[in-house]
């Protein structure tokens, strides 16, 4: 069985976000970098765990990124997978990147497709179902838990105000989030045998993005908070009430 | 030309998110000089000519069993060929579950430019620009769209449906159903509660409430207002509360009209999901809790005294209104 695991760099999530360059450019100024936790916590560690189980199991990691992104990557393979592919170039574009990473997954063949429900840097969710139309397969949205037996996937996915099970033939691709998994942590051995593990670098496919940044816009900042003494409840209630017209 | 908004529906009854999804395709199609028509699969029970009144002129329905439980793949293809079917120059979603499931798929089967998450309509003057919240709520992006058919999902709780008078014409759309895939075999409905993400009010709580065993002071309080409950990482962590409660930027992200945070500090990560919540209330006995600064109301003070005198005040409100 082979699965093919997403894996995108962020900006940490306590990043202050400032832009530059007329905010045309995100300020990378003083950014730690990281995987995008649903990636790392959700769907890496579920493959991770499904090889556990099954040791025949291999393990691909894919990003597209330049070179910037290697830290990250070697880190995914620290925590486990058994190589990484790297493709170079630099695009914000979900399209352009979900069309790189069907054709490596394409030429991989493989069973079961995982990515994080979004990342926390453009927060789309549309790389999993971009990659599941151009592969053809089917994709389950937002899965909380995913067990195998012999060649079908049992899921639960988050629907509205639940969630439901289903199943389905693989392969598959699936994008993850809370309830997939527990967030592990790297261990010497596995960061040791991260530095020799493979990581191909390929060059992207051409294919046209379809759409680009014009600017970026921070929110207005809030004019402060009214404070209201906690033996005047009623207070409040009328701001929310009159001023705020939200009760 | 059209401008076409996909109708999510839940056992039968359309969702809220798709009328302001429907409201939001309805302007967009009058900006654009062109008609907005609606595509809804699957059985309802709604009565969709009524959906008129939203601005949209014409419904396509594919009543098809198949289709009464979601399948990407499937619902992909039947879009896209009413898509085709309609001359559709813009597709629009609401980014809700469903959305999240589709647009993308439709997108790259259309070849369409993808804006997800968007929070304005676009900017059409000068080529077709869509506003949307990046950074999980810390900013916003102005996207140019590039390819002649674009696909925008709509975040819930950012466009105001407006409700006029009008009556849509409803007709079968005759498109090729392949079976589905994905077989859907238990569905697990949390009953008796608001659905977080669609709800207009969110009381949330934190480590500051101590245990689950203090729970019911919030949940009075939800109960007054009509509320979703939501909760903090932390408490999601320890099963106080169930783990789709957890409010944050790995959690649910959240935009009601009014959230309620008790007891909760505000880490960034919490502010990441609640920040595009449009009035934040912050009750928490520590005056320097960052969640302050994120506030437009707040209370210092003892959440076990304050929570249950802020729900016999609303209490009393309303019985004076």
Redesign the interface.
Known sequence: MKILVCVSKT?D??SK?A?TDGNTKFDEAGVQWIIN??DE?YSLVRAIELKESNPAATIHLVTVGNADAEPIIRKALALGGDEAIRVNTDNS???YI??QIAEVAKQGGYDIIFTG?ET???????????I???V???????A?KFDLNGNTA?VV?????????????LPVVV?CQ??MAEQRIPNMRGIMAARTKPLKVVEPAAI????????????PA??G??????DN??E??????EE?K?? | MSVLIFIDQSEGIVKKSSLEALTYGADLAKQLGTTAEGIVLGTVSDDLAALGKYGVQKIHQVNNAALNTVDAQLYASVISQAATASSASVVVFSHNQTGKAVAARVAAKLKAGLVAGACALPETNNGFSVKKTVFSGKAFAHVNVLSPIKVISLNPNSYKTVATEGTAVVEALAVTVAEPKVKVTAVNKITGEVPLTEADIVVSGGRGLKGPEHWGILLDLAKELGAATACSRPVGDAHWRPHHEHVGQTGVQVAPNLYIAIGISGAIQHLAGVNRSKVIVVINKDPEAPFFKAADYGIVGDAFEVVPQLTAAIQKMKAGA
């Open positions: 900006p999530t306590t976000i832009f936790p649903y916590w574009d979900a399209y979900a069309a429900k926390i840097d453009y927060n789309g969710s549309s790389i999993g179902g971009m599941a139309e151009l053809d397969a089917p994709y389950i949205s937002l909380t049992t996915r988050e629907i509205e105000g639940g969630e439901e099970t289903a199943e389905v033939a994008s809370k309830g046209d993005a379809l759409t680009s940044i014009a600017s970026f816009e921070l929110p809030k004019a908070v009214k404070l209201v003494a906690p409840v009623a409040l209630v009328r701001l929310l009430h705020a939200a009760i």
